[in-house]
């Protein structure tokens, strides 16, 4: 089997532990298995365990030796782990973000490339 890379970003849901106190996070997930889909499968069966849910996957690969060159000290650490494990992950957490500067902006259906100038 090889191992592979999926690296994307989560959020919490309400019945998560984290619920409340992360944003989100970004995922990096090591997987020994036997293909590229497998391995997102299981990154993503693994965070809906823990109820989270993906909001962007932003890369799944195989890792030859030259991406092992280019891994840093905490993917390195994880890699070594999933190498025993057969799956292991880290997480680098952003706490939850007031949204206090978020606007609406209203536009007409019939005219959807014209501001209507109404914001809230």
Do not use: C
């Not at 970004?26 to 965070?47: P, R, W």
């Not at 030259?66 to 840093?72: I, N, P, T, Y």
């Not at 973000?97 to 100038?117: A, F, I, P, T, W």
Request: glycine share 6%; hydrophobic share 35%.
């Amino acid at each position: 089997m090889d191992m592979y890379l999926v690296q994307l970003l989560a959020e919490p849901t309400k019945g998560s532990e984290e619920y409340g106190e992360v944003g989100g996070a970004y995922v990096d997930a090591f997987v020994k298995t036997d293909s590229l889909q497998n391995a997102a499968i299981k990154t993503i069966e693994f965070l809906l365990n823990r109820s989270w849910v993906v909001t962007q996957q932003t890369a799944v690969f195989l890792l030859t030796p030259e991406r092992l060159g280019e891994l840093d000290e905490v993917q390195t650490a994880t890699y070594h782990r999933a190498k025993d494990e057969g799956f292991y992950s880290s997480l680098a957490a952003w706490p939850v973000q007031e949204r206090e500067n978020d606007y609406v902006e209203v536009r007409s259906l019939k005219d959807s490339d014209k501001s209507s100038g109404s914001k809230h």
